[in-house]
């Protein structure tokens, strides 16, 4: 078959995360309130702020900002976070970045799934934070041996969707009638399942170590446990959800408020407490929450130094996990510390602290070829002819990805776990290394230089 009719990747990626929503609306009514309120909150922002309306047009951002969310999901075996690589290179995502979340007393380690290409991003921004259980942190080696011998029963990919996955494989893509069945397919392996695989007594024992761990091992699928759409003002989402019937955690993890935004924020309600049956009795399991992220200009090396410097100044300053009861003093240490931080892109970019994408102007583009036109690309910044725009953070923030399981499993979940990273181990189990995201941006803000100047100085 010629490679003319196969569907693109990223329209696979296109339509799955569009079913995934209508899924996870169907599941989780208060996700469609939370759509919402984020649909009016950016509609208010950029009718009040013409200037960040002109600079996501010009990036192209405001075409995919309400198609904009990522989900995220937890793997308990090596072969399942093999396959689940294999399953969303059909839809051109790539995993990106290596997250140990131990330090936060979470037993995984993680990796995001997304597209790699700022063209496939525009098609579509769906990505999914994905972790992979540590079952060696499990310290009862009894319990270990339960958890491993559980996850060996299950089989969370259908026949059809592995199949299709080798079909892709093999003929180099699918069609159009494979590609949607391949969503269809694809969309089981995410679904909410009411009936657990364990007793009531094995879940508690599973909970007891860690409400994740009994999350991961004692259903027959990795749920999506939420999906994630993206605000322009992410503290307005904030205030509003109370009237909305829905209640946010205390703290809004990452960086503070400001006026040139970085990296990443998010917030989120609380997870559901939802009827399960165990394979002995009724009970509860609360997993499934809402998030919202705000996103900002991705960091250099540099950057990034500094935002960790910062934050772990105000944490250490805090001396405690931010809750409810301290999160008025710990957003006041936020702002205090990151006044360290420049907050304007001109500085960021004279700093080396932040990547940007590269524009030729109309201005630029009318003055090609004539004699006084500037020959480098800060003397055609200075002269108007490349406009200069942040490059969004497409990626996660281990603190926070941390910050936002703690909080939303109930303070009472923390465990203890030394920091252990082990990015070898992962990578083994995913069958690829992990691809470093500092370089990605890198090599798309040179793409856009190298566009200009070719543009320009023809």
């Not at 339960?146 to 089989?155: C, G, P, S, T, W």
Request: aromatic share 8%.
């Amino acid at each position: 078959m010629p490679s003319a009719a196969y569907v693109s990747p990223d329209e696979i990626r296109k339509g799955f995360s569009k079913a995934m929503s209508d899924m996870y609306r169907d599941e989780v009514p208060l996700y469609g309130a939370l759509m919402a309120l984020v649909a009016e909150t950016n509609s208010r922002v950029l009718s009040a702020d013409p200037g960040l309306a002109r600079q996501l047009r010009r990036t192209a951002e405001i075409e995919r900002l309400d198609m904009e969310r990522h989900g995220a999901i937890r793997l308990g075996t090596a072969e399942e976070l093999a396959t689940i690589s294999r399953l969303f290179a059909v839809m051109g995502m790539q995993p990106v970045g290596y997250y140990d979340l131990t330090p936060a007393g979470v037993p995984v380690h993680s990796t995001a799934f997304r597209a790699v290409h700022e063209h496939s991003l525009q098609v579509s921004p769906f990505r999914v934070f994905t972790s992979l259980l540590r079952l060696e942190l499990i310290e009862n080696p009894e319990l270990r041996a339960f958890a491993e011998q559980a996850l060996a029963k299950r089989a969370i990919f259908t026949p059809g969707a592995l199949a299709l996955i080798a079909q892709s494989e093999r003929d180099g893509g699918l069609n159009a009638q494979d590609a949607d069945e391949f969503i269809r397919q694809a969309l089981e392996t995410f679904r909410w399942h009411h009936t657990a695989t364990v007793t009531a007594a094995q879940y508690q024992q599973l909970s007891d170590q860690h409400r994740l761990i009994a999350d991961v091992v004692a259903f027959k699928g990795p749920h999506i446990n939420h999906l994630t759409p993206r605000t322009l003002d992410i503290d307005q989402v904030q205030a509003a959800m109370p009237g909305k019937g829905i209640t946010p955690k205390a703290v809004i993890e990452g960086p503070p408020r400001r006026r040139c935004p970085i990296l990443l924020r998010q917030t989120s309600f609380k997870a559901l407490d939802e009827a399960i049956a165990f394979t002995d009795a009724q009970g509860s399991h609360s997993a499934r929450f809402g998030e919202i992220e705000q996103r900002g200009v991705a960091l250099t090396p540099k950057g990034r130094a500094l935002y960790d410097q910062l934050l772990n100044a105000a944490r250490d300053a805090l001396g405690a996990f931010p809750n409810e009861s301290n999160a008025a003093r710990y957003v006041a240490l936020m702002e205090q510390h990151f006044q360290a931080f420049p907050d304007d892109h001109a500085q960021m970019r004279e700093q080396g602290l932040a990547y940007f994408r590269y524009f030729a102007t109309e201005q630029g583009l009318t003055a090609r070829g004539h004699a006084d036109q500037p020959q480098t690309l800060a003397a055609l910044i200075a002269a108007g002819h490349v406009a200069v725009e942040p490059l969004v953070y497409e990626d996660f923030l281990p603190v926070s990805a941390a910050g936002i399981f703690q909080s939303n499993l109930g303070d009472a979940a923390q465990s203890h776990y030394a920091a252990n990273a082990n990015q070898a181990q992962f990578e083994q189990a995913l069958g690829r290394q992990t691809i470093d995201e500092l370089q990605l941006y890198g090599e798309t803000q040179q793409r856009s230089i190298d566009e200009c100047l070719k543009t320009l100085l023809k």
